[in-house]
């Protein structure tokens, strides 16, 4: 891009495409305010800043964790010194489950015993100490499991299904492979299978295991561990097997599943001046993996929904209506700090109105989707000329979140949506570390999401 | 993001906001070879694998280099072996600047000998030999420059004016603090200076300079030498003079402009078969600095363009219009390849129906800006429902670009408008490498501009 050439007609253009205009005179008031939360988000990064420390000096945060507590303890200091009417912990019980020292998985009978990148899946159970050695058997589909029912018998199943890149929007291409990794291990173990290895569920192709949950075992199936490969080591493994369909591997894991332990969602609040008791959440669970940082899932887009509290109060913005800031803990193992709070504020009959969370990367802002009835839907878009001006281009009906997705006759449920392109590259994994974020489209969601609590409390729903 | 709770409310959601439909009943196919153009884009990553070879086996690519020659013939072959019906070179002189060896400049007397990172400005000329020994004066804005004129006499005029980052569109923070790399120097030799360091426009805040071509200097101006500084050094210079306003720098360039020599347009097209003689452009700047790998700027871009030849040749899609990929060489330091087609196409009274270009880097998709009549950018936006598919979001008026800019009579000019909140961390700068280009987010543009030019191909204009 060239310097000379290049005109100003970019510059100063603020055309919208939506003619509806608000049905007060209020567009001029709001577009001011909107413009400064977004000049104060860019300008200031507090969020950005408020990241760095998250990830750097704290880390990952897996429920139950000392760090997760460590972490929680910031963030209710941070809270506090935003200086909002309340901050307070909610205290829940959660799944506790430890890693362990000890993954590894062990080409045998190969050439060379050549050591394969894996990571325990969350939930899994250990081998035992000398480790599991079995044959392998790939397969690509749980109807192929169970055609070859007979040959999985006393194998470690190896899910190879690759992530189909064709899906535009990657959320979907999750959505398509990740019942291997969540159903995958109970399947095997119905077909009688030693052990599960599953193919990361990633856009990059690195040898990174992506991690995630697997389902609970119902009684009647036996328990057995289940680790993800990287995509490299998948590869060679697949061609391993077509070379040496007899080959065995050593998978020895230590994971374990350990006494519930109590946690806290983190909840702050700013009162409302005019209708305290209407209630907008700006919601983000606060657990991580304990791979990487839990950068962009969900250690940035936490700090996204704390900036809010931070932007009401630095810019003075005093809303009509309440503006509740809560981090769930437990979102990626249990999703117990959203029921929990969901039966707190079921337990006072609170009126939560609207709740929007941020829980799909900390990346630049495209729209939001809405689960709401038509007209509530319809009432947003016509705010697009106020949203547009972070990058919100649009409102549509779609998914809320998984921890606001809890919380009962709210009027709508919205889910902050940025680019997912780069998502699945990082998610769940040593990749997702504060590096990946930019301030620049961090800061940007940030303002969205403020801008959008803000006409919620002024305009209501 | 959790794995069980993600409902499946995500996947097939298609709803658009425009309730218009074409005019006729196409859009059902259009769909249709709209998903056949992003699933072959990508799946198969053409464009991302040639842009990996242009930016890592070819490198930069700067106006009349020998590198830049390399790149125009690779471009040829690679456009051969996509099968078009018509490949050529169209011959075009182009200045020639070269960078040289020598560029450093040290802080003297100071306390520590400091070597501050600085590179020459394109068209810079170079210091003698032995560099310029001179007082710096800081200003940041013009007005400052001519107030302060008598103290600028002889010294090194350093601009260190700051990106402004709270512009959303990181476009208009570019076309806000250009004017000092740009004209700075012919200023700052008005009022006698000796050379100038500027601060380079980057929303990174890193030390690496970023580059770009100065206005030439006209007669009546004595041409001094220039350079870009990184923004650390940029801070640091600036508070060294704060400490010690009658430091010295010893400022050496050995920049140069040579002769002009000869260069190429590359061009390739693919027949219409109902309407040949209605030519749809897809264009890009092939040269790039001579800093990085001119990866964003403007090789995957130019990449994608490519891309969109092969697109139509492996879906076997036969366009009624013709489409026609263009290289343009020179946009960075002289636009004479985009001046050399615009005479081209005159002389021959060709119909360049419309001109569609990629000069913003290969970020995720988001719309197109158009040069056009209203009544052409309203039926454009009837399509947003097939656009929309590769992440257009929408068409509005604005800037289409610098080299399809000198196309006249076209009834639209229109700008491919990614994601731009990281093309200013890499622009014009050793950033500007293969590594910062994601394979998704380049490969959606491809098929966005794909898409575009056989609507327009299909249903005019």
Chains 1, 2 share one sequence.
Request: charged share 25%; hydrophobic share 40%; aromatic share 8%.
């Amino acid at each position: 891009m060239k310097s000379l050439i290049f005109s100003l007609l970019f510059i100063s253009f603020s055309g919208s495409l939506y003619t509806q205009s608000f049905n007060n005179n209020n567009l001029k008031h709001y577009s001011n305010i909107a413009d400064e939360i977004i000049t104060s988000s860019l300008n200031d990064t507090v969020g950005y800043n408020l990241a760095r420390y998250l990830c750097k000096n704290i880390g990952s945060r897996l429920s139950g964790s000392e760090n997760s507590l460590k972490a929680i303890k910031w963030a209710e200091k941070t809270l506090i010194d935003m200086n909002p009417d309340t901050v307070w912990l909610q205290p829940v019980m959660v799944p506790r489950w430890i890693r362990g020292n000890v993954e590894k998985a062990v080409l045998l009978n190969n050439n060379l015993e050549k050591t394969l990148n894996v990571a325990a899946l969350g939930r899994s159970i250990a081998t035992p100490e000398e480790g599991i050695n079995a044959g392998v058997i790939e397969v690509n589909s749980f109807e192929e499991l169970i055609e070859r029912k007979n040959e999985a018998k006393g194998k470690i199943v190896f899910f190879n299904y690759r992530f189909k890149n064709s899906f535009v929007e990657t959320f979907n291409g999750y959505g398509d492979a990740v019942k291997f990794r969540v159903d995958g291990p109970i399947e095997a173990s119905k077909a009688g299978a030693a052990a599960v290895i599953t193919r990361s569920i990633t856009t990059k192709y690195d040898n990174v295991p992506h991690v995630g949950t697997i389902r609970t075992f119902p009684d009647s199936v036996k328990e057995i561990p289940a680790a993800a490969i990287g995509l490299i080591d998948a590869e060679f493994l697949s061609k391993s097997l077509k070379e040496n369909p007899g080959l065995t591997i050593n998978l020895k894991l230590s994971a374990r599943n350990l006494k519930e332990v109590l946690s806290y969602n983190v909840i702050a609040e700013i009162k409302g001046t005019e209708k305290p008791d209407e209630i907008i959440v700006v919601g983000s669970h606060f657990d991580s993996w304990d791979k990487g940082e839990g950068a962009h899932d969900d250690g940035a887009p936490s700090v996204q929904v704390m900036e809010v509290i931070d932007i009401f109060k630095r810019l003075n913005i005093k809303p009509k209506r309440t503006i509740r800031c809560v981090l769930f803990i437990n979102e990626e193992n249990g999703l117990r700090g959203a029921l929990k709070y969901a039966e707190y504020i079921d337990s006072l009959k609170e009126n939560n109105i609207a709740a929007i969370e941020s829980d799909r990367g900390a990346f630049t802002p495209r729209g939001f989707t809405v689960e709401a009835d038509s007209s509530v839907i319809s009432k947003m878009q016509k705010w697009i000329p106020v949203l547009e001006k972070s990058l919100i281009d649009w409102v549509k009906p779609g998914h809320g979140g998984a921890d606001i997705g809890q919380i009962k006759n709210a009027k709508a449920l919205i889910g902050f949506v940025p680019d997912a392109q780069r998502y699945f590259d990082v998610h769940h994994s040593d990749n997702d570390v504060f590096e990946e974020i930019n301030a620049r489209e961090m800061e940007l969601g940030s303002a969205a999401i403020a801008i959008l609590a803000y006409l919620i409390s002024e305009e209501g729903l």
